[in-house]
């Protein structure tokens, strides 16, 4: 959890120097319209607004994530929020996931692999939810569709 907590505080920190940054650029004297269709500062203006909402959805995340209870898992659990979850495809690769309640899609390099966070309002996240250890999962591609063995839970 520490590793995802610490990609989003550097993700809000650039994101509070591109909006000030982007502030700045509104009110500067080249932002300043030279005729009536020159819409450079108010362009800055929104853009510095998205990024400002933007750094506020990551402090709330951040927040969420801190106060989220990590729970212990047996291999008789079922797969809930806060489980870090191997899965095996049919060729016998494995790849693992941490289940959130959001910021699903981060991947997070931990000491021996790469784990990609996964949350209930992906497809994937929401059939990989209370499955146990032995299930499989069939997950629909574009141009095909691969079945997952849940291999460990915990």
């Not at 506020?56 to 979850?85: G, H, K, N, W, Y």
């Not at 095996?88 to 997070?108: A, H, T, V, Y």
Request: proline share 3%; glycine share 6%.
């Amino acid at each position: 959890m520490a590793k995802v907590i610490e990609n989003l505080e550097r993700d809000l920190q650039s994101l509070v120097h591109a909006s000030s940054d982007a502030r700045k650029a509104s009110t500067e004297g080249e932002a300043k319209a030279e005729h009536k269709y020159d819409t450079r500062g108010i362009e800055q203006g929104y853009l510095a607004n998205g990024q400002a909402k933007r750094g506020f959805e990551l402090q709330e995340s951040i927040s969420i994530l801190r106060s989220l209870p990590l729970l212990v898992f047996s291999d008789s659990s079922e797969i809930q929020i806060s489980a870090l979850v191997d899965l095996e495809n049919e060729d016998g690769e494995c790849q693992s996931f941490f289940i959130l309640p959001l910021r699903g899609g981060m991947k997070i390099q931990s000491e021996e692999k790469e784990v990609l966070t996964l949350s209930p309002d992906s497809p994937m996240g929401a059939m990989i939810l209370s499955k146990t250890i032995g299930d499989t999962i069939e997950v629909k591609l574009k141009s095909r569709t691969v079945n997952y063995i849940v291999r460990s839970i915990r």
